[in-house]
């Protein structure tokens, strides 16, 4: 969860920089995604031996379906407040099972590798968000930012060594789908 926390708030900041409304802070967002997830996660089969790929695909799929949700909910609403919680049954979490030092070790990792993140350019975080982490094809990705999938390849490419040059290379090279 450490690992991935960040990967996923900066995905929901992708997507609510996108809407003119805000259903929920992208951190609410991402804690309901792992309180969905959670219960799921035996069910991951891994692909080529790794399980990061197809465990980060499940994560994206889960937080986009439940932010179009969320969506679809304010539409429907005609704006009023949704409850961020409302379309998930309730989910028993065990509490965590460190100590205050380790916990707030812990939170301050997330915090470093999403400011991090977020020192990436525009364009380097939309294609890292894209394609590492909803991992979608590149020729979608070239009709969604007009763009050759050629040009989009040499572009993730270069983001993803960037990216490299601030995090931990053990969480960057499990983002590697090609």
């Known amino acids: 969860m450490r690992h991935l926390t960040p990967l996923l708030l900066a995905q929901a900041r992708y997507r609510f920089a996108r809407q003119e409304f805000?259903?929920?802070?992208?951190?609410?967002?991402?804690?309901?995604?792992?309180?969905?997830?959670?219960?799921?996660?035996?069910?991951?089969?891994?692909?080529?031996?790794?399980f990061t790929p197809p465990l980060v695909k499940f994560l994206s799929n889960t937080l986009l379906r439940h932010f179009n949700d969320l969506v679809e909910r304010h539409l429907r609403t005609g704006g009023r407040a949704v409850p961020v919680g409302a379309a998930t049954s309730a989910v028993d979490v065990p509490d965590d099972a460190t100590g205050v030092l380790s916990r707030a070790v812990r939170d301050?990792?997330?915090?470093?590798?999403?400011?991090?993140?977020?020192?990436?350019?525009?364009?380097?975080?939309e294609i890292i968000v894209l394609r590492a982490i909803e991992q979608l094809p590149y020729q979608l990705l070239g009709l969604h930012l007009e763009a050759s999938a050629d040009a989009l390849k040499m572009r993730f490419h270069r983001a993803m060594e960037r990216l490299r040059g601030i995090l931990p290379p053990s969480l960057v090279d499990e983002l590697v789908v090609d």
């Open 108 to 125: 301050e990792t997330v915090v470093r590798v999403l400011d991090r993140l977020q020192r990436l350019s525009e364009p380097d975080r």
């Open 22 to 50: 805000r259903p929920c802070e992208p951190e609410d967002l991402v804690q309901q995604v792992w309180l969905i997830c959670l219960p799921k996660l035996a069910r991951i089969e891994p692909r080529a031996g790794r």
